[in-house]
């Protein structure tokens, strides 16, 4: 279970998008877009000044992540490097491969995210990392960065 | 594939939603809140004031649809009932089975709609029905109201 993990294997996703004379729908699907099946939607919304989410890595989730409205900073880790961007527009989805530690901050007023899921909660729930150090200790153990 | 359709199909599902100091996340998981396998989620934002969507049903597809912000009037006809609701809040969805005509009227401004399918897009693209008179003489004609 300890697959290499890389802040290079995040990506930002272009996602379909239809845009009408009746509004905009966006689309999505197993694909280009959702780099994997979709076992399960959230949403986070209503997201106080100064409130952070995330603070966590998951061993078994890989996450699409779409920022509907407003903006919010995503940061992931690998144990060596990190990403973040600043996520405000709904064109474009974070995909974060499993095992990476993610923060959400900055959260602008009226913020909503959509995120997909490629594991029920059931199979998520176990696969969680909340301890920092431990989970340093994992990824930087794992034979990840052996090259 | 003439299942007998009724607007009496139609309910609101009341969403799981676990609301903290760091704002409310809400689960969209094939179950109670969910009645199907999700194959497909998109996103309606946009929409100009006065315009409409939907006017089409589908013989395939089953629908999940939630306003995570603002406000919109969901209309579903089975060619002799119909059912409307007022959507103005993220904690319910409406569900849609298949082969109802549906009209989404009355955004707000600012609206933002999830849909959650229950096919993919090449399942569903053959199966719309868009022209009313033609749809109305299928499911009159189903044996749906030969009770």
Redesign the interface.
């Known amino acids: 279970m300890s697959a290499p993990v890389s802040v290079h294997d995040c990506r930002l996703v272009p996602l379909p998008r239809r845009?009408g004379?009746?509004?905009?729908?966006?689309?999505?699907?197993?694909g280009d877009a959702v780099p994997f099946e979709?076992?399960?939607?959230?949403?986070?919304?209503?997201?106080?000044a100064g409130?952070?989410?995330g603070g966590h890595a998951n061993a078994r989730t890989r996450e699409l992540i779409v920022c509907?409205?407003g903006a919010v900073t995503v940061r992931a880790r690998d144990g060596r490097a990190e990403t973040s961007h600043r996520l405000d527009s709904?064109d474009v989805g974070f995909y974060l491969p499993a095992m990476m530690w993610v923060d959400l901050e900055d959260?602008a007023p009226?913020t909503?995210l959509?995120v997909?899921a490629d594991t029920?909660?059931e199979e998520a729930r176990d696969a969680y990392h909340r301890d920092y150090s431990r989970w340093l200790r994992r990824v930087l153990g794992s034979g990840a960065y052996a090259a």
Chains 1, 2 share one sequence.
């Open positions: 845009a004379d009746a509004g905009c729908l966006t689309v999505f699907e197993p979709v076992r399960r939607t959230f949403t986070i919304a209503d997201v106080p409130a952070r989410r509907l409205r709904a959260f009226d909503i959509l997909l029920s909660w």
